[in-house]
């Protein structure tokens, strides 16, 4: 079985304060984007997860996928598989990728073997894996606060516009992120801002990463204007970064971002 893992935006990124447990309180957007990795499931006499596209860093044993079929197989009796997974969505850029992954997975897992799951106990089992990661399983534009895995339903439709998504050669790790943002209990009341006209969320809706990040690497700080300067009605950090995407009212091409970025031209 075939299932095409789509990627996701931050619209808007509110850390409001840290918990006693080392993580932080947040409020945001999630929005599906159509940006994709491919993750098929083949039942198989032995256990292999087999990568390809992207290379995936570190120690293919721990990949979120495998960890998603040993989470399953703690409560079902699941038989050997092979896991493709086919990486398009860059890396380590505020996409959700890995997550996205893992939750068809476990979708996929579901549907083959007959597990009978319903949606709640899909997203209670991938909330396990990731704080992103239910998100995945309903798929649809959410407000989401606590730690980025509770979620309340918001009505927002991008399909009218185009979407220009760039990727710079750099890598920004939790650590350093979270190492330079500072807790704000208030917020910016994202809820009621993004129910205003796209036209408007430039001068409400805020990504409390990018200033510290900006500091530290300046040429994502670039990437931002260079989308505005190209006419982006919006434009923003997805998540912890890397990944900066523009909206716009009609397609664009932007050459000089290609000459050092990965660019990518989504009609959403």
């Not at 990795?37 to 860093?57: K, L, N, Q, W, Y």
């Not at 910016?188 to 805020?206: G, Y």
């Not at 006419?231 to 997805?238: D, H, N, P, W, Y």
């Amino acid at each position: 079985m075939i299932a095409f893992a789509n990627a996701k935006i931050n619209i808007g990124l509110q850390v409001l304060s840290r918990r006693e447990d080392g993580y932080h309180n947040l409020e945001t957007v999630f929005y599906p984007l159509k940006l994709y990795d491919v993750v098929e499931v083949v039942e198989a006499p032995d256990m292999r997860f087999i990568p390809s596209g992207i290379p995936v860093p570190g120690d293919g044993h721990d990949n979120l996928c495998l960890r998603a079929y040993r989470l399953l197989s703690e409560t079902h009796d699941l038989p050997p598989v092979h896991i493709y997974l086919h990486k398009a969505i860059p890396i380590g850029a505020g996409l959700g990728g890995g997550s996205a992954d893992a939750a068809f997975l476990l979708t996929l897992l579901n549907t083959m073997f007959e597990l009978k799951l319903d949606e709640p106990q899909l997203m209670d089992y991938a909330r396990r894996l990731g704080a992103d990661c239910a998100f995945f399983i309903r798929n649809t534009p959410v407000l989401a606060s606590g730690i980025g895995d509770v979620f309340q339903d918001v009505k927002i439709d991008l399909s009218a516009y185009h979407l220009v998504l760039v990727k710079p050669p750099v890598h920004i790790s939790t650590a350093e992120a979270y190492g330079t943002v500072t807790p704000d209990p208030e917020g910016r009341q994202l809820k009621s801002a993004i129910t205003r006209p796209v036209t408007e969320w430039r001068d409400t809706i805020v990504n409390d990463f990018e200033s510290g990040i900006f500091a530290n690497h300046p040429e994502i700080a670039a990437v931002k204007n260079q989308l505005y300067e190209n006419g982006a009605l919006f434009a923003a950090m997805s998540g912890s970064g890397s990944s900066v995407y523009g909206l716009f009212s009609k397609p664009v091409k932007i050459p000089d971002l290609e000459l050092t970025n990965e660019v990518f031209y989504i009609a959403q």
